[in-house]
């Protein structure tokens, strides 16, 4: 919106098809980095199926734990490294039952190499979400003494594309580069 290029970081996490892939979308950064200096130095997964889930248990609640120092950051942890082991464990089994009742996979990504969600493209799910989050601003009932929902239907909704609308016009879509890059 700014016009400031940085590496990408999130890639949809919640359009992920697992928990595996989720973690490959989600702060990209810090999950190449207990890869690269946790995981791999532990044996990543070259090791016996009993060691490749310690590795993934350690990595997941460090993550955790990295996130706040706190039980419930840790437990956090634990859980995500739990499903991603259950799933990584009964994925062969999923996969021949879905095969079995006659749901075919869907693909990751579309023709064009943006994800897919029910054919439409990454642009238009982004603009579904925005017009959700403004639809759920109608549910907040009062700010500064304005009731939005005493708004008509058509005023609403003027409301809901002007903001669409603008976040289009005014961000910056244009690459400059970060003042941070140039020190």
């Given at each position: ?5 940085l ?11 697992s928990?595996?892939n ?8 810090l999950t ?6 946790v995981?791999f ?12 889930t ?5 990595v997941f ?18 859980l ?11 994925q ?6 879905a095969?079995?009742i006659?749901?075919?996979?869907r693909p990751e ?13 990454v ?14 601003w109608?549910?907040?009932r ?12 058509w005023q ?15 961000g ?8 941070y890059?140039?020190?």
């Amino acid at each position: 919106m700014m016009g400031i290029n940085l590496v990408e970081n999130f890639n949809h996490p919640y359009l992920a098809t697992s928990i595996g892939n989720f973690w490959r979308r989600w702060h990209m950064s810090l999950t190449s980095w207990f890869r690269d200096y946790v995981y791999f130095p532990m044996g990543g997964n070259r090791v016996s199926p009993a060691r490749w889930t310690l590795n993934i248990a350690t990595v997941f609640l460090l993550s955790g734990l990295w996130h706040g120092a706190s039980w419930t950051f840790v437990i956090r942890g634990g859980l995500h490294g739990f499903y991603y082991i259950f799933g990584r464990i009964t994925q062969s089994w999923r996969l021949s039952f879905a095969e079995r009742i006659g749901l075919a996979r869907r693909p990751e990504a579309g023709h064009n190499g943006y994800a897919t969600l029910k054919s439409l493209q990454v642009r238009e799910v982004d603009a579904i979400i925005a017009i959700a989050v403004l639809m759920l601003w109608e549910l907040w009932r009062e700010f500064d003494g304005f009731a939005f929902s005493e708004l008509s239907l058509w005023q609403r909704w003027t409301v809901y594309y002007a903001a669409c609308a603008a976040v289009l016009a005014l961000g910056n879509l244009g690459s400059k580069q970060f003042i941070y890059f140039q020190f």
